[in-house]
Nanobody
Framework: QVQLVEYGGGLAQAGDSLRRSCAAS????????MAWLRQAPGKEREFVGS????????MYRESVKGRFTLSRDNAKNTVDLSMSSLKPEDTGVYYC????????????WGQGTQVTVSS
């Protein structure tokens, strides 16, 4: 059974840093493109960033570039999202997700965890 489990702090003030980790079981993480997505209250879920399956090539949405960093440890089967200079608009439920490199649809999802940034 595939599971993606997210960990990490969820409360911050504007300007603070937080780190979220995603631990995978039941799949070999190095075979997947890993991503973080988020959903703010009343809004649609949006892409935050992704990291490639081998070279670690990263992509980010424009609003988080320079503030968020994805990293992966294929040996530990984990993916981390480091967030700095947090803004209240970063508030939302953050999801870890996985897809194969041949398909743009994310097929495995974490349970989602809340990140709240106060001003």
């Amino acid at each position: 059974q595939v599971q993606l489990v997210e960990y990490g702090g969820g409360l911050a003030q504007a300007g603070d840093s937080l780190r979220r980790s995603c631990a995978a079981s039941g799949l070999t993480l190095r075979n997947y493109v890993m991503a973080w997505l988020r959903q703010a209250p009343g809004k649609e879920r949006e892409f935050v960033g992704s990291i490639g399956w081998i070279g670690g090539t990263t992509m980010y949405r424009e609003s988080v570039k320079g503030r968020f960093t994805l990293s992966r440890d294929n040996a530990k089967n984990t993916v981390d999202l480091s967030m700095s200079s947090l803004k209240p608009e970063d508030t939302g439920v953050y999801y870890c997700a996985a897809r194969t490199r041949l398909d743009n649809n994310y097929i495995y999802w974490g349970q989602g965890t809340q990140v709240t940034v106060s001003s």
